[in-house]
Each structure stands twice: as structure tokens, then as C-alpha cells.
């Protein structure tokens, strides 16, 4: 087979296997949904009001949620691990969850015995969108101080330490119910979104990989080192932004509305190399979207298969886990 064979053949499973989980998980449910009724509900020709709401109003936004918050994770992490050259770069790698979970928490503690009723998913969205967009603006401010990117890596792990110890110690002061209400958003869930939110999503996804792609040629040759990018006459500062910037907007999105999902943005763009036999950006960057998809769609078909839904930042890491330990194996020194 040759490499554009390879490569087309990847897409084409790829594809196939995010269509088939998002079929899965449509199905999954408490409630016994046949795929006639699903299409009909679609098509907006379902004659039973019910299932047309579970449908169009739980099942569907929570399936198109797992999928673009996949793509979007999945997005960044290709960027994040070729500008710092580490197989193992996350998507949140800049402190965007730990500002979001800062975000969160204040709100939670401010919120205090009331939370309960004024938490409807609009106060964490907007707390957890607030401490992502301060986060991103200490990382850009710092990007323009540190001008090499394992430098600005170490800024941004230590910038997550930071935000982390903040939110611990309000926490420790919070409330019975503001303390719950932030750890149920803290173990990540792709429910409870309006179509306005996922809207939202999906326009997040567009502009972060219209940037990404837009910046494809120089995150190649990031690839390859900074002293080759610059003999290459490629501008790292340039490049950098952009990717950082990338980022900030797909990972905070994606976790203020989903809280801090995980995995995905590491394993995705590796599994999307292994398939295609390509490391061109240009190749990588949508299959990995394709494939971050389909990882998010699996963790969420295995949180809605039990009596009781579970996590799904916990059943991600679970389809992720054995793949980062394959990662670790072969990347030790």
C-alpha cells in the first residue's frame, strides 16, 4: 500500500469508527430507542414527542458534545506536542483546566448554601470560561517575555501548580454543596449541554483549527527543532502564538464546558501518526480531530452503559490509560 493509499484508507476508518460510536452511544440509554425512531427524530418526522426529546434535547447534544470536545483536545495536543517536541504534551499542559477550576471553585464558594439552585450549568460555563480566558492571557503576556518553548513550557506547568494550590485552598473552605457541585464538574461530563453551548463548541473547534491549519507548515518543521525551523526560515515567536493561541481557545473551551476531560489530546494525534505513516501537520491535524472524536465517544458510550452514568473524564482515561502506558514504554530513555 502506498503512503496516499495509506493515508486515505486511515481517514476512511477513522471516519467510520466515529459514525459507528456515535451511533452506539445514541442508543445507550435508560430508555430503549430503536435506530428507526433515531433517524426519524433527526429527520423531525418522530410522531412520539418523547423519544423525539431524548433524542434532540439529552442523546444528541450529548453525543455531538463528545465529538468536538474530542476533536478540539485532539487539535491542541498535535500542536502542544510539536512545538515542544514531547510525545507526551497536553492540551492543558498551559494551567487553561487548573485556571478553569480556579474559575469554578470561586464561583462554587461564592455561591455557597444557594448553589444548589443557582448552578444550572450557565454560572460553572461562564465561571470555568472566565479563569481559562485569565489563564491564556497570563500565558500570551509570558509567551512575549520567554522566547524559547521549553521555557515557556516550564511557565506554563508551574502557572497549573499555582492555579491548582489557589483552588485547593478555597475548597477547603467551601460548603457541603458548593464543594460537590465543583467536583461533579471536575470529573468531566459531555451531558448537560444546550444547543447554544454546543454551538458554541463547534465554532471554537472551527477557529482552532482554521489557526492550526493556517499554521500547519510551521508546526512541521517544529517537528524538527528550533535552530532547524529558523534555518528553514520559519519564525518560531510567530509560530508559537499562534499554536498557544490555538489552544487556549479549543482546550478552554472545551473545558469549560465539559470540565477537565482528558487523555484524549495526548493519545489522539500518536494514534493518528501510527495509522497514516505521515507526520506532515497538514495530514495530521484533521485525523487527529477524526480520532480524538472517536476516543471521546468511546469514554462516553462506556460512561452511559452502567445503571448509573459515570464520569466521563474517568471512562476517557480508561480507553486512554493503556495507550499512555505504550507511549511511556517506548519513549523511555
Not at 20 to 25: G, K, S
Not at 40 to 57: A, M, T
Not at 70 to 96: E, K, T, W, Y
Amino acid at each position: 500500500m502506498n503512503r496516499s493509499s495509506r493515508l486515505a484508507t486511515a481517514y476512511a476508518i477513522t471516519a467510520g469508527i466515529v459514525l459507528v460510536m456515535a451511533l452506539a452511544d445514541l442508543l445507550c440509554g435508560p430508555v430503549d430507542i430503536g435506530l428507526k425512531e433515531i433517524a426519524k427524530s433527526i429527520l423531525g418526522r418522530c410522531e412520539d414527542d418523547f423519544i423525539s426529546r431524548i433524542i434532540n434535547v439529552i442523546r444528541g447534544p450529548r453525543v455531538l458534545s463528545a465529538a468536538l470536545v474530542g476533536a478540539c483536545l485532539a487539535i491542541a495536543g498535535a500542536q502542544m506536542q510539536s512545538v515542544f517536541r514531547n510525545p507526551l504534551a497536553d492540551p492543558h499542559i498551559f494551567g487553561l483546566s487548573a485556571g478553569a477550576g480556579t474559575g469554578v471553585a470561586i464561583f462554587t464558594a461564592a455561591a455557597g448554601a444557594g448553589a444548589g439552585s443557582m448552578l444550572s450549568g450557565i454560572g460553572i460555563t461562564a465561571a470555568a470560561s472566565a479563569g481559562a480566558l485569565v489563564s491564556a492571557i497570563l500565558i500570551a503576556l509570558m509567551s512575549t517575555r520567554i522566547h524559547r518553548s521549553s521555557g515557556l513550557l516550564v511557565a506554563g506547568v508551574m502557572l497549573g501548580f499555582v492555579l491548582g494550590a489557589i483552588t485547593s485552598i478555597i475548597e477547603y473552605h467551601a460548603d457541603e454543596a458548593g464543594l460537590k457541585m465543583y467536583w461533579n464538574w471536575a470529573a468531566g461530563s459531555f451531558s448537560g449541554n444546550t444547543p447554544v453551548q454546543t454551538g458554541i463548541l463547534a465554532i471554537a473547534l472551527a477557529v482552532g483549527t482554521a489557526m492550526a491549519l493556517a499554521n500547519h507548515k510551521g508546526l512541521t518543521l517544529m517537528l524538527f527543532g528550533e535552530e532547524f525551523t529558523v534555518a528553514s526560515g520559519g519564525n518560531v515567536k510567530r509560530i508559537r502564538i499562534w499554536a498557544v493561541a490555538s489552544c487556549c481557545i479549543l482546550a478552554g473551551a472545551s473545558t469549560a464546558f465539559c470540565g477537565p476531560v482528558g487523555f484524549a489530546g495526548i493519545i489522539a494525534p500518536h494514534i493518528a501518526r501510527w495509522t497514516s505513516g505521515r507526520s506532515s501537520m497538514i495530514c495530521i491535524l484533521p485525523l487527529s480531530a477524526l480520532t480524538g472524536a472517536a476516543i471521546c465517544l468511546a469514554g462516553d458510550f462506556l460512561a452511559q452503559c452502567t445503571g448509573t452514568p459515570l464520569p466521563a473524564g474517568s471512562t476517557t482515561a480508561l480507553v486512554g490509560i493503556p495507550v499512555i502506558f505504550y507511549l511511556m514504554s517506548r519513549y523511555r530513555d
